[in-house]
Structures are given as C-alpha cells and as structure tokens.
C-alpha cells in the first residue's frame, strides 16, 4: 500500500474523479493559485486548465447559488473554501435550496454539489477564521455533512461526495494536510455514516471528529502506560451519524468523552451524548465528558490561542476524571498538532 499525505489523497481523488466524470468542476478563491489551496486542486488545474478549475471573486453566496444552478442543469460542481467561516456567507442557498431540492421537487433528483471547507489553528487567525461549522451544517436535513481524518478517509469520502445524488459538506483541518497515510490507488468510496474503530479498548469511549481523533490516540496511548484502555471511535461522518458504533462502544465501555474542535453546546459533542442517553439509558457508569474549545470566540494571540483549542492532554485529564483517578505523576501527552508559527491564511 502506498503512503500518501492527506492534501495528496484529497488531490488524487480529485484528479480520479474528473478524469472518470467530465461533469465535474472545481470552483474557489484560489482554486487555481499555485499553492492549490494546501496542494489539493494544483494537480486539477494543471490537468484540467480553467475551464473546469475556475477562480471566482469573493462571492461565496453567489458561487454557491451558481453551484446549485449548475448542479440542476447536469454539472457536478465542487466548491472549495480556504477558510469554513466563509461558508456562513452561502447558508441561504446551501441550506434553503441544495439541502431542501429533492424535499420540495421530489423526482427531478436532489443537487450533486460539493462543498469543502477548511478549519483549524494557525495562530493569528482570530476569532472569524478559527471556527468549525460542521455541527451547524449538521443540523439541516438533506445535507450530508463528513469531516474525514485520515488520507485514506479524505480521499475515500471524497469519490463517495463527487459520485453522490445529494449536497455533501467535506470539512477538513488544515492540521492533517501534512499528515501521512496508507491510501489505495482505486478511486473507491468510503460510504457516509459509517465509523470506524481507530484504537480497541475496554475501559473508556472517546468519540472524536477530524483532527481530535489524533490528539485522542494520542491520549489513549499515553493513558496505555497507566494501565488504562482507551477505545477511540472515528465517526468519520455527522450526518448521517453512526449511532450503533457509538453506542456499541459504550455499551461495553460504560464511560464516555466527546472530543471535538467546535463548542460544546448545541454541537457535535451534544449530539452524540444524546445519542448515548437515548440509546443507553443507564448504561453510564460516570456522566458525559466533553472535550471542547471554552464557550468564547478564538483569540488572537498565541498563548490564549494555545490555551483556547483542546488537546490531548485535555482529553487524558476527562479519562482520569471518569476513573476517579488523579494526575499521580502522569505528565502530558504529545499535542497531535504542534504550534504554528504564523505563516498566513493559506
């Protein structure tokens, strides 16, 4: 098996994808830049030219409304966003046309349109460029909303979004660009909602999203040393959830934690202990913990920055809590995302 980047496996996909479907498009601020939006549409618009990679202005709300004209009409656009904040700007047409089509216009088919956004530190960024709306998008039906971690995932549900009938909202952080892993050559899907077990284990839960699902293996084995078992869930998808491989998890564990990089509070963190409340009505030995950004904004700085997104060491101190154990010694994990310098916002 090869060993690609996640950037490289999003790229391969890509380039897969148009080659096999000559309906597919690529629009984006910078689309065609030659840092390729963190090397994932370079290789598209050096094989496709700008005919099917197209630069657009500053006008989220109108690319998304053009997406979706062009998405009715037989195209299969992708529309990509360097930041997932921007995506706010195109609520409207994602959430009242693409999401709600095939509700409202049944058999004329839903809106193939694929939208990927880009979260995640790099200090300097502040308080309107730090933020992770894959709980917003989440919420409404007809959107299929997915966050994958690993290469393998990125490029797996990637085909799966580019070859699906419905909107498909793929958020990636730009921490795992760098990151490496086994991806095959076959453009094959990964299917949505379906997770994954990334660490087996027998003591604890802990359900993570995106990046969190590193800083969680990062505590689990830091945690392994102590004795303790960790096992840690990759749902890959929000929408739809995997709620049998939470609960099946929790059922054996009977302890959970909820990692993620968005609040706490009406999110993705919310969902899954309902789902666990819900499903596993007295099966907790110990209540919920979640692990998440505190209930402000991003700041600015790089220490209140460092301080404001969890970690691995978060996630350890919210298993020991469970265990009704202290720290005794147990120094801090490694982070699975190093701080940055700044080096500006692509």
Not at 73 to 96: E, K, Q, S
Not at 105 to 111: A, I, L, P, T
């Amino acid at each position: 098996m090869r060993t690609l980047t996640y950037s490289q496996a999003i790229s391969e996909a890509t380039v897969q994808c148009m080659t096999d479907d000559p309906r597919i498009i690529v629009l984006g601020e910078g689309v065609d830049d030659h840092k390729g939006i963190f090397g994932t549409t370079a290789q598209a618009y050096a094989s496709f030219g700008a005919q099917r990679v197209i630069d657009v202005p500053n006008s989220e709300n109108a690319c998304a409304g053009v997406a979706i004209g062009a998405a009715t009409n037989g195209l299969r656009p992708m529309v990509v966003h360097t930041r997932a904040d921007f995506l706010f700007l195109a609520m409207d047409a994602m959430v009242n046309l693409a999401a709600k089509w095939r509700y409202m216009y049944g058999d004329h088919g839903g809106v193939p349109v694929v939208t990927r956004g880009v979260v995640g530190r790099g200090w300097g960024q502040g308080a309107t460029h730090s933020q992770s709306p894959h709980a917003t998008f989440a919420h409404y039906p007809g959107m299929v909303v997915a966050a994958p971690a690993s290469p393998a995932d990125a490029k797996g549900l990637l085909v799966q979004a580019l070859r699906s009938g419905d909107p498909t909202v793929l958020i990636e952080n730009r921490g795992l660009y760098p990151r490496e892993g086994e991806v095959g050559l076959e453009p094959l899907p990964v299917p949505f909602g379906v997770g994954r077990i990334v660490r087996p284990g027998n003591d604890i839960t802990v359900v993570a999203v995106s990046l969190m699902v590193y800083e969680a293996e990062s505590a689990a084995r830091h945690l392994a040393e102590q004795g303790i078992s960790v096992e840690v869930v990759d749902v890959r998808c929000l929408r739809p959830l995997d709620d049998a491989i939470i609960c099946e998890s929790v059922a054996r564990t009977g302890r959970l934690v909820v990692a993620d990089t968005s609040w706490a509070r009406y999110g993705f963190a919310a969902e899954v202990a309902a789902v666990v409340a819900e499903n596993l009505p007295g099966a907790l030995r110990e209540p919920v913990r979640r692990v998440t950004p505190p209930d402000c904004p991003a700041p600015v700085s790089w220490p209140l920055e460092e301080a404001w997104n969890p970690g691995a060491d978060a996630i350890v101190r919210a298993c020991l809590e469970l265990l009704g154990l202290g720290r005794n010694g147990i120094g801090p994990p490694e982070s699975a995302q190093p701080a940055l310098g700044f080096d500006g916002p692509y």
